[in-house]
């Protein structure tokens, strides 16, 4: 039996993670985890980190910004692929950097459609199962 892959969804606003989770919740061989506190997301991924293929998190939250995470998140698992969300125009030069070195691997406007946010999802677990594979 394959081990399910780990799906964080990491947002300060609870109502967004649970609306995520719901729209989420159906796809075959995932386990989610939601967190409203993305130093208690960290410290879930650093135990569990070979085990997750996505991170997905805002990019403004208190105590660690999305940016910061999703670095911290790669230093661990270069593997894992993260999406970064934001409701705010991104033109900084560290998420440029980011986007071109491939520590984001995709970017979501919020507000997001349910739809485009499980067509990504299902997109970056194909790219994860490739590229495992190829190891």
């Not at 293929?53 to 910004?65: C, E, K």
């Not at 270069?78 to 071109?100: C, G, H, W």
Request: proline fraction near 2%.
């Amino acid at each position: 039996m394959d081990k399910k892959l780990l799906v964080a969804i990491i947002d300060d606003e609870l109502d967004i993670v649970n609306l995520f989770r719901e729209a989420l919740h159906n796809i075959k061989g995932v386990t989610i985890f939601t967190f409203t506190d993305a130093t208690v997301a960290l410290e879930h991924f650093r135990i569990n980190n070979s085990a997750y293929g996505i991170v997905i998190t805002d990019l403004r939250m208190p105590d660690i910004n999305g940016l910061d995470l999703v670095y911290e998140v790669k230093k661990l698992n270069p593997s894992v692929r993260t999406l970064l969300m934001t409701a705010f125009e991104v033109n900084d030069d560290l998420f440029q950097q980011y986007i071109k070195n491939r520590v984001i691997n995709g970017f979501l406007q919020k507000p997001i459609k349910l739809g485009q946010l499980h067509t990504e999802v299902i997109k970056q677990i194909d790219i994860f199962k490739r590229k495992s594979r190829t190891k």
